[in-house]
């Protein structure tokens, strides 16, 4: 799911500029397309992101090395599967896609598998890959990823007289939240909010409770949810989480009275201007919680020529490959060499590159399709027990059955 500032999960940049410009020196893909065709298309959600931008020069960079020419077209519908789906035999040569959507196009026959364009994926850091691999084919391949983390203001802590090194767990966060309150400050501030992005937010809580997403009426993951319940209902998290986007928790979090506050990898650059500093969210009886990958993937529908492909799949190569598309777009690299490089060129990035090799996609364990129909009842469910609609067990337990009835 894509998060700018205002509320999409992926694209903003926690790589700097700087770095940025360094990735476009050049894209090591060379191959000339069997098509006799040098003009290609791409599709991307980036309206925010000009011809100036980094992401523009990347894509301007593998034109130039694969001496064809590149058409970007940059969408502002949010609806990449409808802009897609309706597309009516004129698909772009590349699509960038969220994550999650990948299933629900592949499953519509609109991409190719890595088996009918020949890409390479061996490289690929195998838990950011498997967002795009269903029944053990790969339709498409991430640019790079992004997740989330638990910030913290150490003045607050300090004040409140915690050491961070003392949240372990559920238990101990909820402990440092008390202080903290009891202190005169506030707890902790996410995003609820009933879409995508509530779902996003909630993941890491509810894997690291143990849960599942093909049961969402566990033991588990009523343990998760009545720990975000209690934090509302004792005060060490604001009703406002309930409409939260992950943005207005941001700027929530940007006042310095709270302590903590769960969000992305792309506020690093905000919280490193702030004085603020990131853990991972801690699972229910210590480690960490694998929290969610975002970012999108570069998909190659399908073509009636299929000489096509060999070039799409350059182009592929270029953006994916190192750190060229990753650092553009804000994203932690995809491969390990990638990873390796934006290390290199900013050790700040260490934690979010952890972070992300901790990370688990949403459409995980095979759900495919399923994933978007399971998470609508998820954030629902979360809506539901947070307003005091109903408990969290009976709001987890009619998600499951609604769940299990539009799955049928």
């Given at each position: 799911?894509?998060i700018?500032?205002?509320a999409?999960?992926?694209?903003?940049?926690?790589?700097?500029v700087?770095v940025?410009?360094a990735?476009?020196?050049g894209?090591?893909?060379s191959?000339?397309s069997?098509?006799a065709s040098?003009?290609?298309?791409l599709?991307?959600?980036y309206p925010?992101?000009?011809?100036?931008?980094t992401?523009?020069?990347a894509?301007?960079?593998c034109a130039?090395?694969?001496?064809?020419t590149?058409?970007?077209?940059?969408g502002?519908t949010?609806?990449?599967?409808k802009?897609?789906?309706?597309?009516?035999g004129?698909l772009?040569d590349?699509a960038?896609?969220?994550n999650?959507?990948v299933?629900?196009l592949?499953?519509a026959?609109?991409l190719?598998t890595?088996d009918?364009?020949?890409?390479d994926?061996s490289?690929?850091?195998?838990?950011?890959?498997s967002a795009g691999?269903i029944?053990g084919?790969?339709?498409g391949?991430?640019?790079?990823?992004?997740?989330?983390g638990l910030?913290?203001n150490?003045?607050?802590l300090e004040?409140?007289?915690?050491d961070?090194?003392s949240v372990?767990d559920?238990?101990?966060?909820?402990a440092?939240?008390e202080k903290?309150?009891a202190s005169?400050k506030?707890g902790?501030?996410?995003?609820?909010?009933?879409?995508?992005?509530?779902?996003?937010?909630f993941l890491?809580?509810?894997?690291?409770?143990g849960a599942?997403?093909t049961?969402?009426?566990?033991?588990?993951?009523e343990?998760?949810l009545?720990?975000?319940?209690d934090?509302l209902?004792?005060?060490?998290?604001p009703?406002?989480v309930i409409?939260n986007?992950q943005?207005?928790?941001?700027d929530e979090?940007?006042?310095g009275?709270?302590?903590f506050?769960?969000n992305?990898?792309?506020?690093k650059s905000?919280?490193d201007?702030?004085g603020?500093?990131?853990?991972?969210?801690?699972?229910?009886d210590?480690?960490v919680a694998?929290a969610?990958?975002?970012?999108?993937f570069?998909?190659i529908p399908?073509q009636?020529d299929t000489?096509?492909y060999?070039?799409s799949?350059?182009?592929?190569?270029?953006?994916?490959?190192g750190?060229?598309?990753?650092t553009?777009?804000?994203?932690v690299?995809?491969t390990a060499d990638?990873?390796?490089?934006?290390?290199a060129a900013?050790s700040?990035?260490?934690f979010?590159?952890g972070?992300?090799?901790?990370?688990?996609?949403?459409t995980?364990d095979?759900?495919?399709i399923s994933?978007?129909?399971?998470?609508?009842?998820?954030?629902?469910?979360?809506q539901n027990?947070?307003?005091?609609a109903?408990?969290?067990?009976d709001a987890?337990a009619?998600?499951?059955?609604?769940?299990a009835?539009k799955?049928k």
């Open positions: 799911m894509a700018q500032h205002r999409r999960v992926f694209g903003a940049a926690i790589i700097t700087g940025a410009a990735a476009l020196t894209c090591s893909t191959g000339e069997s098509s040098t003009e290609f298309t599709w991307d959600p925010d992101r000009d011809a100036e931008s992401w523009a020069k894509i301007d960079a130039a090395d694969l001496d064809i590149i058409e970007r077209n940059a502002n949010g609806d990449t599967v802009d897609l789906t309706t597309a009516a004129n772009p590349v960038m896609v969220d999650p959507k299933s629900t592949a499953d026959g609109l190719t890595t009918d364009n020949g890409f994926v490289n690929i850091e195998a838990n950011i890959l691999e029944d084919k790969v339709y391949v991430p640019v790079g990823a992004n997740t989330l910030y913290y150490p003045t607050v004040a409140a007289g915690v961070i090194a372990t559920y238990a101990s966060l909820t440092a939240l903290v309150v005169g506030k902790i501030t996410f995003s609820a909010v009933g879409t995508e992005e509530g779902s996003f937010q890491p809580w509810f894997w690291g409770a599942d997403l049961e969402l009426d566990s033991a588990q993951a343990s998760a009545q720990l975000w319940t934090w209902n004792n005060g060490l998290a009703n406002s409409s986007t943005g207005t928790s941001w979090f940007m006042t009275e709270y302590a506050a769960e992305g990898s792309w506020f905000a919280a201007e702030a603020y500093l990131s853990v991972q969210i801690p699972g229910i210590g480690g694998p969610p990958t975002g970012g999108e570069i998909t399908v009636k000489s096509r060999e070039t799949a350059a182009i592929v190569e270029c953006l994916s490959s750190d060229t598309g990753a553009a777009l804000g994203y690299a995809p990638g990873q390796a490089a934006q290390l900013d700040s990035l260490e979010w590159i972070a992300v090799g901790d990370a688990k996609p949403r995980a095979n759900l495919g994933y978007g129909v399971i998470s609508e009842q998820l954030y629902t469910a979360v027990a947070l307003s005091g109903a408990s969290p067990a987890l009619e998600a499951q059955a609604a769940a009835d799955l």
